[in-house]
């Protein structure tokens, strides 16, 4: 009985892991065919390798049979924040009815996969976009990271507002020095001209005494 209990878990959770990855991408029928479209890996991140997810079947439900081929038939143009990358579809070993065309996003936000080309000499022109109905936009690195790096934004500027603080106060030591060498200067010489000045008196007076009979 607990064997039986742990196998109907797994296959329950099984379950839920398929309906949640296929939650994550669209499903749309074009014609006779059924597309599935969006990112390969969920939830996407930037700056991490991602790519398109197409899946194509022909039929309903377990009738349903993959459509091979297809890699030279479609294309799919990548379009976010005003620009658009051409990409070619690459059949998934091991999987029939399965293509993939990588790419990095660089931005987090909305993108927009638009699919065009023919299936066994169907039009297909379709555009799929990234959303809550239909699968993930793609997340900011910062929102999915953990634990907080050290070494954050955050803590650089503090660090080099510390080290400006630093070099501002030396800067400050500097001139104080400079003033005080100055000020030393002035004194040293106002001292010599007195010292001059007190010879030159000491000189005079010891010439009157000696002229006096």
Same mark, same amino acid.
């Given at each position: 009985?607990a064997r039986?209990?742990t196998a109907l ?6 379950v839920?892991t398929? %309906?949640?990855?296929?939650s ?5 029928t ?11 890996d969920? *939830? *996407?991140v930037v ?11 022909k ?10 081929g297809?890699?030279e038939?479609?294309?799919v143009d990548v379009?976010s924040h ?10 998934v ?7 993939r065309a990588d790419?990095?996003?660089?931005a987090s936000?909305?993108?927009?996969f ?5 299936i066994d ?10 959303? *809550?109905n239909t699968f993930?936009?793609?997340?900011a690195?910062a929102?999915?990271s953990f634990?907080?790096?050290?070494d954050s934004a %955050?803590?650089l500027q503090q660090t080099?507002?510390d %080290?400006?603080?630093a070099?501002?106060t030396a ?7 400079l003033?005080?060498g100055v000020l030393g200067?002035?004194?040293?010489g106002?001292?010599?001209?007195a010292?001059?000045q007190?010879? %030159?008196t ?5 010439e ?6």
């Amino acid at each position: 009985m607990a064997r039986l209990v742990t196998a109907l878990a797994l296959a329950l959770l099984a379950v839920l892991t398929l %309906a949640a990855g296929a939650s994550a991408h669209e499903h749309r029928t074009v014609g006779s065919y059924t597309l599935v479209v969006g990112f390969l890996d969920e *939830p *996407p991140v930037v700056d991490e390798p991602n790519g398109v997810s197409l899946t194509v079947t022909k039929g309903q439900g377990a009738d349903a049979t993959p459509v091979e081929g297809l890699a030279e038939m479609l294309k799919v143009d990548v379009v976010s924040h005003g620009q658009t990358m051409p990409l070619a579809f690459e059949p998934v070993f091991g999987t029939p009815g399965a293509y993939r065309a990588d790419f990095i996003p660089t931005a987090s936000g909305t993108y927009a996969f638009h699919i065009t080309g023919t299936i066994d000499g169907q039009p297909v022109d379709e555009r799929f976009t990234s959303g *809550p109905n239909t699968f993930d936009d793609v997340n900011a690195r910062a929102a999915l990271s953990f634990p907080v790096k050290t070494d954050s934004a %955050a803590a650089l500027q503090q660090t080099a507002h510390d %080290a400006q603080q630093a070099a501002d106060t030396a800067r400050l030591l500097g001139i104080g020095g400079l003033v005080v060498g100055v000020l030393g200067l002035i004194a040293g010489g106002a001292g010599l001209r007195a010292a001059r000045q007190a010879r %030159a008196t000491a000189a005079t007076e010891t010439e009157d005494v000696a002229v006096k009979p």
